[in-house]
C-alpha cells in the first residue's frame, strides 16, 4: 500500500526528464519521498527493493537475469546504491533497448560520488534530487505550520506530516537507522559515538564558516577524518557546503565555506531543541531560521532539476551578505536573512556595499521572521512565509 502523497514539485521535472532519458536517478536523503514519488509516478513499472536481502543477493549474483525479469515495462528499483555492480549491466541494457523513462533507481546517496556509476550511465541517466518536503509544498497542501517556530522545529520530512508522531520521538529513530545502517555502507567508519559527536559540534555550526581543523580538533579526530566524515554527510543529504561568491568583488574577502543542515528539524533536534519555546530563546535561533531559509532556496532549485548556484559573501572586516542567487554568469540576487520579527531598514547597509562594488547585482532583498512583506525603497522585504514561494 503506497501512503497518501502530497503533491511534489519535482513531479514535472522527472516527467521532462522521462521523456529524453533512459534511466531516471531519483536521490535525497532517507524518508524524503523518493519511493512513494516514483511508484506513483510509475505505477505501471514492477517494483523491487535492494533493501530486501534476498533481492539483493538475487542482484549481486546474476545480474543479467535480474534485470531480464523486466524486460516487458522496465522497472522502479529502490536504493539501488546497495548493489553498484548493476550500474555498469544498465549501461548495455538501457543502450540495447533506447527506451526513454525505461528504468527508473533511486538511493540515499549521491551517486556521482561512486566513479564507476558517474562512468556507466553519462548521458543516459536524468538525476532529481528530493530533499524533505518544501515550504511551497506543505503550504499548498495547508499543511505548513502557523508559526515559524513551529515550522523550523518539525522540519520537512514527510512522515511528520502524514501520522501522530512526536517529532523528537521520530528524528531520535531516523538519527539512530541512519547511524547503525547508512553511515556503515558508506564508509568504513567504526566507531558512530564519535560520529554521532561529530555530526553534533557540525550543527552547532551550521549557516556559520566552516574551520575543519578546528572542528576536528574539537571532536578529537584528526583534519582528514574529519574531512572524510563531512563527505559522508554531504553524500547522503544532511548537511551541504555553500562556497562564497568573490568573483570581481576586490581581494579581501573570506573564501571559506559555510556549511548548512538540511533539514531544521533534523538540526533542532541535533541541538537538543525539543519545543518552540526552547527554539524561541535558542542562542542560534538566528543561523536555525538562516539554514531554514537557505534549505528553502536549495529545495526549490532541486525541485526544478537546476543547479543551485547559491553563494554569501564576506569581507575580512565581517561585512555579510548572506546569500547570493546566482542567475546568470553576470547577474546575481542578493538577499540578508534576518529571523527578527520587526523590520529595520539597517538590513540593507551590506547589500548597498556590494551593489557598490559589483554591477552585476540585479535585485535586493531582506527575507525576515516577520508575518508582513512590503517593497522598498532598497529592494524587496520578505516574510517568511512567503519565502517559500519567492524563489520558484
Not at 555492480?85 to 533497448?97: A, H, K, M, N, T
Not at 547508512?182 to 566507531?191: F, P
Not at 574577502?253 to 543542515?261: D, E, I
Request: with cysteine; charged share 20%; aromatic share 10%.
Amino acid at each position: 500500500m503506497i501512503a497518501k502523497m502530497i503533491p511534489r514539485l519535482a513531479t514535472q521535472t522527472i516527467e521532462r526528464l522521462t521523456a529524453g532519458f533512459p534511466v531516471i536517478a531519483l536521490t535525497g536523503p532517507r524518508q524524503s519521498g523518493k519511493t512513494t514519488l516514483a511508484r506513483s509516478l510509475f505505477a505501471s513499472k514492477p517494483y523491487v527493493s535492494l533493501e530486501n536481502p534476498d533481492t539483493r543477493d538475487f542482484a549481486t549474483r546474476d545480474p543479467k537475469r535480474f534485470l531480464g525479469q523486466f524486460a516487458a515495462n522496465g522497472a522502479v528499483i529502490d536504493e539501488i546504491q546497495r548493489v553498484p555492480e548493476l550500474f555498469s549491466w544498465l549501461q548495455g541494457w538501457v543502450d540495447e533497448r533506447r527506451i526513454m523513462g525505461d528504468i527508473v533507481v533511486t538511493g540515499s546517496a549521491q551517486f556521482e560520488r561512486q566513479e564507476r556509476i558517474t562512468q556507466s550511465l553519462a548521458g543516459r541517466v536524468g538525476r532529481v534530487e528530493l530533499l524533505p518536503l518544501s515550504g511551497a509544498e506543505l503550504n499548498a497542501a495547508n499543511l505548513l505550520p502557523d508559526s515559524l517556530d513551529a515550522c523550523m522545529l518539525r522540519g520537512g520530512y514527510p512522515a511528520l506530516y502524514d501520522r501522530p508522531i512526536d517529532v523528537y520521538d521520530w528524528m531520535s529513530s531516523y538519527v539512530a537507522t541512519y547511524m547503525e545502517r547508512d553511515v556503515r555502507q558508506m564508509s568504513a567508519i567504526q566507531n558512530l559515538d564519535a560520529f554521532g559527536r561529530f555530526t553534533q559540534l557540525l550543527a552547532l555550526r551550521s549557516a556559520q564558516l566552516l574551520n575543519l581543523n578546528a572542528l576536528a580538533a574539537e571532536a578529537g579526530i584528526s583534519a582528514p577524518t574529519a574531512r572524510a566524515w563531512l563527505t559522508v554527510l554531504e553524500a547522503s543529504y544532511l548537511f551541504v557546503s555553500i562556497t562564497p561568491y568573490f568573483r570581481n568583488i576586490g581581494k579581501r574577502l573570506v573564501k571559506t565555506p559555510k556549511v548548512y543542515c538540511l533539514d531544521t528539524g533534523l538540526l533542532c533536534w541535533l541541538l537538543g531543541i525539543n519545543s518552540t519555546d526552547h527554539l524561541a530563546r535558542h542562542p542560534l535561533r538566528g543561523h536555525i531560521f538562516e539554514t531554514w531559509v537557505v534549505s528553502e532556496a536549495i529545495k526549490q532549485k532541486w525541485n526544478r532539476g537546476r543547479r543551485a548556484q547559491l553563494h554569501f559573501w564576506r569581507d575580512s572586516t565581517g561585512l555579510e551578505i548572506d546569500l547570493l542567487e546566482e542567475e546568470s554568469p553576470t547577474s546575481f540576487r542578493a538577499w540578508e536573512i534576518k529571523s527578527g520579527e520587526t523590520f529595520s531598514s539597517d538590513w540593507f547597509k551590506p547589500i548597498k556595499k556590494i551593489a557598490a562594488l559589483d554591477s552585476h547585482l540585479t535585485s535586493a532583498g531582506v527575507v525576515y521572521g516577520g508575518d508582513k512583506s512590503s517593497q522598498r525603497s532598497d529592494g524587496n522585504v520578505v516574510a517568511w512565509r512567503d519565502w517559500v514561494s519567492t524563489l520558484g
